[in-house]
Every structure is written in structure tokens, then in C-alpha cells.
């Protein structure tokens, strides 16, 4: 990204053509970025709270006042209860500094409660790990190579512009294009054919079309002896799900399996960008596991436009124990802090504390996330948050929904205006983000708070006071393979370096699992209590699993990203909300029908969790049976005050304790 500067000011961001991934394009919430930078409402002093928490009453102190309170506040716990302090972080930055460093440092020093950061890819990547041994898969370079590209759980116009650009040159070549998503999506309706299953019956799709590719003899017998582990054991599950079942489980017709599969195994050069859309319901991991055999099975890795991208940030040799330093936990790694999961937050700040939880959760640190809008079961999230005796910090460029709950908010910098490096998920380069200007107001990096912290509350640990430019330079391992040769020096001067890997890194195997092979038969799930294959399991909330709430809830929600917002980011930028307009919900003729809804009229959706407030769009790009409000609304922005989180559930998925967001039964009323 480069920053047109003029008087100190952002005046403007655009792409760096020279960047080969990105080539110079920006998606257009990040065009907006430095009206977002500098927008009125840019939090610019430390601020604590005058009114009860929620009502977002604040007055301005400065940062010493603000970091004298927060040492004084911490301190004791610290002593007492250390697992009774929580961090809570995700992705409002995915730098590596401004992540995971100088925080994650604090907490090991102090011994604080560990976060299992579940809430966005988690069972996709278990579901990789297992099979492939990491996330790692195609480049997406060489997509517009490929002459069949499945487009699985994924909607790249809005969330995944770069890989868009490369499908779109390949339909260009020739190459036919499938969306295979309960929704028609931007991208959907863009593809030659769209495949409207059920939410949460992917892995049934793919274990239907499995069982045609075995029984019409499209197995790459050579590739599956030499590459893989449990064809036999595999091909026997596979053999439960003839194409007539797992029609019948997604909703589809059977023919659609059947040419499905002869598609996918009589096309050489066939790719799957499979995208985390898919597996945010009960089964996600699983079926993670059961697409990422097709290729192998299949043999597609032996081209380089054929495999599979789900994630490709296993490549990057990234050195998290010298970012995070895990060694300077009190115990070490022998007795670590327990871990809470990130997805469970409500339950969690409402749990009194007890022998098997540990202490109650007394102290909270938010840093690059908004937890109060996105995370699941949010009635309970905000109850939490409300708590009196909770002592809340939230560092923010904002005044979000979370930081309304907050005892102390800190201004953060932006990364126009801090330091950082970069991985990423869906490219093979690695980043240097420099700043173009300086800290607005009085905001401060991440590492600088924490490194504030550290000091008022006298700890003397060196590494809490490591500049960011010493923490950037150790973020890689510079003696790696991929990396040879490269330094910190050489990725600042470049902005970007190239990871050093083959263009087919699977075509002579060369898995990262224990076998060494893509593991069908997964050793490693069996020890661990798991069905070592992957299986079709049905979501939590469905008429299969749950038969009375499917009476009372027929209709299952999904709430993908809006085109124009980043999660819970760019919601208050008025330019980019004034295209949204305002939350919406899609809802299939027939289903609006049954219930009296007309397009354009407020409809109430709700559950046992909670309800909230959308205008009706009675549109076939819903399935019957699903309805679709695009997210993520700031609640406070919202008509009821309210946002899709209101009705998802806090239940994880069978493999890497992840969000199920998608797994959520609702009902609809026409509020006319
Ligand atoms: N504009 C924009 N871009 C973003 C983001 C954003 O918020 N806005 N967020 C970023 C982040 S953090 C992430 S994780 C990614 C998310 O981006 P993706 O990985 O693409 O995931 P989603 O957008 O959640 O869902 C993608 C598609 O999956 C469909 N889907 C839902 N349930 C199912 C299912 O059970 N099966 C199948 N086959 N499809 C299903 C949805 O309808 C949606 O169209 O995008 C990143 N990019
Ligand atoms: N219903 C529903 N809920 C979802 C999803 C969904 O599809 N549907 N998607 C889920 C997914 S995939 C994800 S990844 C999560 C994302 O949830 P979050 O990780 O909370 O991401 P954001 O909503 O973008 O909020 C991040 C906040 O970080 C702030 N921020 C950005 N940069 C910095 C920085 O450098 N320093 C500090 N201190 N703050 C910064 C931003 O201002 C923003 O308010 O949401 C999940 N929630
Ligand atoms: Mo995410």
C-alpha cells in the first residue's frame, strides 16, 4: 500500500503496482482508509469512564493518569490471582508487532489466562493440519492457470479481491467457474454454476462426490499410493455416501453430485479455493478434512493450477516463540495458565469461578478487536462486559460497542501510523509496514502501551522493552529455506519478499504430516478421541440434530461480511455505511411468503439467544430454508441496537474449537 502525505496528512492510499499479488488494487473499504484515519471521531486521548458501563460517558486523563490506574488496578490481581486477567485480540491488525508481541510477552511475564484466538479459522486450519500437516496449499498466482476452479464457502469479490482477479483471468482462458454456497453471493452469481447447498452439509457434497470418483475410476491410483495414507479406510466411508444420500443431506439434486465429481476428476489442471465461509458450523472441521482429500485423490497437486488454497500461512517462517516468548511464563511450559476459549467469552465473564475453571475473570486487556459486536451469544458478551466488579481496558482507534463497557479506553495508532511485518493467508509474501505518518493525537502503538504498562507496574523483564524495530527484525526465521539469503534490512528497503517455494509443492508429496503423506487416515485424530476419517456431522442446530428447535426455528441464519465492511471495522465510516444502507436480511420468496413479508418492510429474526432488527430483502439468492443478513453491524449503529451476533451461539466445532456462526436456527416476524 502507498500513502500520498501532504502536510502531515493521509490524503490518500492506493495499491503498489509493483506488488505482484495485489498489483496495485486496493478493495475499496481499505481506498477508504484514510478517511478512516482521520476521521472526527479518531479516539486522540487516553479517556476513563464517567458514566455506568455501556453508556459510552467518558472524560479525557492523560496517559500517565490512565496508565497509573491501570498499574494500580492490575497490580493486585496480578499478585493474588494472575489467571484472573484476561487478554482478549484478534484480527483488528494481523501485524505480527502490533499482535502478538510485546502483549502476549506481558501476559507470559505475569502468568495472566491464555486466549485461544478460535473465533475466525480455527477448525479449517485442524482440518488442514491433520490432512496436509499446516496450512498450506496453491499459490494463487497459478489459479489462472487452472480450467476448473471450485469456489467452496467462499466469497472472494468481497472478502478475497486478489484471488478473484486470478479466477477471472482463468474464465477468460477458458476455465469454468463453480460457487458452492447456501447463497448467491457477488461471486456467486459471477460463476458458471452455483451450488446452493444447506449450510453445514459441505463434507457430505464432498464424501458424495468421493464415492463417484472411486466408483467411475477417477482415482489417480499412482498418486494415492506414492502421496497418501487410508485410501482403503477412506474409500469404505466414502462408500456410505452414494450421490442419492448426500443429495439429500445438502438439498441439491443428485446429478449435480455426480457431474460434480466427473468434472473434478477428468480435469487436470482442477483448483479449489476453499475459503473459511464453510466451516463455521459444528462439522467445520471435518469437512475441511473431507475437501482437502479431493485433490489428492484426484492427483490434481501434480499440476500447478490444480490442488487446493484454503490458507497458505504455514509457507511464512514466521518465529512465534521469539515474537511471544512463551518461556517467560512463570512455571515455564510445564504448568502454562489455563486457556479460555475466545468464542465462550460470554460465558465466560459471567462464570463465578470455581475448581475447574479457575478464578473468576476479573481483569480484561481488548486490543484489536471489538468483542461486544462480534463474538457469539452477544446478550451474554454485553452482560459480561457490564459487570461492575470487571476491570476493562480496551485500546481502540474508536469508540466501538466494546469500548462503551470500558473502565479505561488508550488511543491506538492505525498502520498508516505505526510499525509492523506482515504474513499473510492468502499469498506466498511476506510484508514490511512502515509508517507514512505520525500518530494522530495522542495514540500509541500497541507495544507502546504494553511496554507503558510494563513500566508503572515496575516489571523489569528486558524483553516487555524491546522497540518494534528490534521485535520486526526476529518476527522470521532468516535462516530458513524460504527466507534464504533476506533480512530485515532487505524486506524494509522492498516492502516485500518473496517466500522461496516449489510452484507445485505437493506434486511429489512432501506433506508436512507425521506420514509425511496426505493423511486420509489421520493416526494423530484417532489418539486424540477423534474419528481418524473425516465424516459429514450435522449442524448443532438443524432439523437432523435437533428436531424440536428445528420446529420452533426452521429457518437457519448465515452472516457473512458485508462487501464493505471488515468484520466490525469500517462500519462508521459514513461513506462506506452509506452503500450498505442498513442491516438487511434475504429471505426466499416462499419463506417470506409463510410469514407476511413483504420486500423493504422490518422483520424481527430471533431465537432462545435473542432477536434483532433487519430490513426485509425477499430475494432468490437466499435458499429456501436460509436466511442471510450480512454483518458485521455495529450494534450501536443498528436500529434496535442490536446485530446478527444477537442470535449466534457460543457452541465450538468438532475440531479446533472454533466459532459456529453459521450453525443458528432462527425464526422471522414481520414487525408491520
Ligand atoms: N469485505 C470483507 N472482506 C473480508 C472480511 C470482511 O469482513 N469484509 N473479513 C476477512 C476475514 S477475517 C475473513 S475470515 C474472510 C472471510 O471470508 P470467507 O472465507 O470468504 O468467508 P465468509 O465471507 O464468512 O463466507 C464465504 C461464503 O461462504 C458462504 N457460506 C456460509 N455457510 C456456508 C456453508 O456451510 N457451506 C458453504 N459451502 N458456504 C457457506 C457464505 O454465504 C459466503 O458467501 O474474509 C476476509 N475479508
Ligand atoms: N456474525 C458473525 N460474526 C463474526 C463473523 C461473521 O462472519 N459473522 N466473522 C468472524 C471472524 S472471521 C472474525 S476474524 C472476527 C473478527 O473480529 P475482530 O477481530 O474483533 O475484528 P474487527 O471487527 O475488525 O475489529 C477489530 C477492532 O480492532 C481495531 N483495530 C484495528 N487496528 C488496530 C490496532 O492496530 N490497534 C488497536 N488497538 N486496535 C486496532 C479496529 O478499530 C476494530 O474496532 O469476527 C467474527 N465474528
Ligand atoms: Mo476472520
Request: glycine share 8%; hydrophobic share 40%; proline share 7%.
Amino acid at each position: 500500500m502507498r500513502v500520498t502525505v501532504q502536510d502531515g496528512k493521509a490524503i490518500k492510499v492506493s495499491g503498489d503496482p509493483d506488488h505482484p499479488p495485489t498489483q496495485g488494487v486496493l478493495c475499496t473499504k481499505v481506498t477508504r482508509y484514510a478517511e478512516r484515519t482521520h476521521h472526527k471521531d479518531r479516539l486522540l486521548t487516553p479517556l476513563r469512564r464517567v458514566g455506568p458501563k455501556g453508556s459510552g460517558q467518558f472524560e479525557p486523563i492523560s496517559w500517565e493518569e490512565g496508565l497509573r490506574i491501570a498499574a494500580d488496578r492490575l497490580q493486585p490481581i496480578a499478585r493474588r490471582a494472575p489467571e484472573a486477567i484476561l487478554p482478549y485480540s484478534y484480527a483488528g491488525t494481523m501485524g505480527l508487532v502490533q499482535g502478538e508481541s510485546i502483549a502476549a510477552r506481558f501476559f507470559n511475564v505475569l502468568g495472566a489466562s491464555r486466549l485461544d484466538r478460535t473465533i475466525c479459522a480455527a477448525a479449517g486450519a485442524a482440518g488442514l493440519r491433520y490432512t496436509y500437516g499446516a496450512s498450506v496449499g496453491m499459490h494463487v498466482d497459478f489459479f489462472e492457470e487452472s480450467e476448473l476452479i471450485l469456489i467452496w464457502g467462499a466469497n472472494p469479490i468481497a472478502s478475497s479481491l486478489h484471488f478473484w482477479t486470478r479466477a477471472q483471468e482463468a474464465k477468460r482462458r477458458g476455465a469454468k467457474l463453480i460457487a458452492i454456497d447456501p447463497y448467491k453471493s457477488l461471486t456467486a452469481e459471477k460463476c458458471h454454476q452455483h451450488i446452493a447447498l444447506r449450510p453445514g452439509t459441505d463434507a457430505a457434497l464432498a464424501l458424495g462426490m468421493m464415492h463417484v470418483l472411486i466408483r467411475e475410476g477417477f482415482v489417480d491410483r499412482d498418486y494415492v499410493d506414492a502421496h497418501t495414507l487410508g485410501f482403503d479406510e477412506l474409500a469404505k466411508r466414502a462408500s456410505l455416501y452414494p450421490p442419492s444420500r448426500a443429495a439429500a443431506i445438502c438439498g441439491i439434486d443428485e446429478q449435480v453430485i455426480v457431474d460434480l465429481a466427473r468434472a473434478f476428476g477428468s480435469t487436470k489442471k482442477a483448483a479449489i479455493r476453499l475459503n473459511y465461509g464453510m466451516q463455521r458450523v459444528r462439522g467445520g472441521g471435518n469437512a475441511v478434512r473431507a475437501i482437502a482429500c479431493l485433490p489428492s485423490l484426484t492427483g490434481a497437486w501434480r499440476e500447478r493450477s490444480g490442488g487446493l488454497l484454503l490458507s497458505s500461512s504455514g509457507w511464512a517462517p514466521t518465529h512465534a516463540a521469539a515474537l511471544q516468548r512463551p518461556d517467560l511464563l512463570p512455571g515455564g511450559l510445564a504448568k502454562p495458565p489455563r486457556i479460555v476459549n475466545m468464542n465462550a467469552i460470554g460465558d465466560a465473564l459471567l462464570h463465578p469461578g470455581d475448581a475447574s475453571f479457575g478464578p473468576r475473570i476479573e481483569a480484561l486487556i481488548v486490543y484489536n478487536s471489538n468483542p461486544v459486536a462480534v463474538a457469539p451469544d452477544s446478550a451474554k458478551v454485553a452482560a459480561g462486559f457490564a459487570r461492575d466488579d470487571l476491570f476493562t481496558i480496551v485500546l481502540e482507534h474508536f469508540q466501538t460497542d466494546t469500548a462503551d463497557y470500558a473502565d479505561l479506553i488508550f488511543p491506538a495508532t492505525t498502520q498508516l501510523e505505526h510499525l509492523d511485518v506482515h504474513q499473510s493467508y492468502g499469498h506466498t509474501h511476506v510484508m514490511a509496514n512502515l509508517p507514512a505518518i505520525a500518530p494522530v493525537g495522542e495514540s500509541r502503538p500497541n507495544t507502546e502501551f504494553f511496554r507503558g504498562l510494563a513500566r508503572a507496574m515496575e516489571l523489569t523483564e528486558p524483553a516487555l522493552f524491546e522497540t518494534d524495530e528490534q521485535i520486526a527484525s526476529k518476527a522470521f526465521r532468516w535462516d530458513h529455506p524460504t527466507l534464504k539469503d533476506q533480512n530485515w534490512d532487505a524486506l524494509k528497503a522492498s516492502g516485500w519478499l518473496k517466500l522461496d517455494l516449489p510452484d507445485a509443492p505437493f506434486a511429489d508429496g512432501g506433506f508436512r504430516t507425521p506420514s509425511g503423506k496426505c493423511e486420509f487416515y489421520s493416526q494423530r485424530l484417532k489418539d486424540e478421541g477423534h474419528d481418524p476419517l473425516p465424516d459429514y456431522i450435522p449442524p448443532y442446530e438443524s432439523a437432523e440434530a435437533a428436531p424440536e428447535l428445528a420446529a420452533r426455528y426452521p429457518l437457519a441464519m448465515i452472516s457473512p461480511p458485508a462487501r464493505n465492511f471488515l468484520n466490525s471495522s469500517f462500519v462508521n465510516i459514513e461513506s462506506l455505511r452509506a452503500t450498505e444502507r442498513e442491516p438487511h436480511l434475504d429471505i426466499h420468496p416462499l419463506d417470506a411468503q409463510a410469514r407476511g413479508i413483504a420486500d423493504g418492510i422490518q422483520v424481527r429474526i430471533f431465537n432462545d439467544r435473542g432477536s434483532m432488527q433487519a430490513c426485509a430483502r425477499v430475494t432468490e439468492r437466499a435458499r429456501q430454508g436460509v436466511v442471510v443478513g450480512l454483518s458485521i453491524w455495529w450494534k450501536k449503529l443498528s436500529p434496535d441496537g442490536c446485530n446478527a451476533n444477537q442470535v449466534t451461539s457460543q457452541a465450538l466445532t468438532d475440531l479446533g474449537g472454533s466459532a459456529t456462526f453459521y450453525d443458528c436456527l432462527v425464526e422471522v416476524e414481520s414487525l408491520h
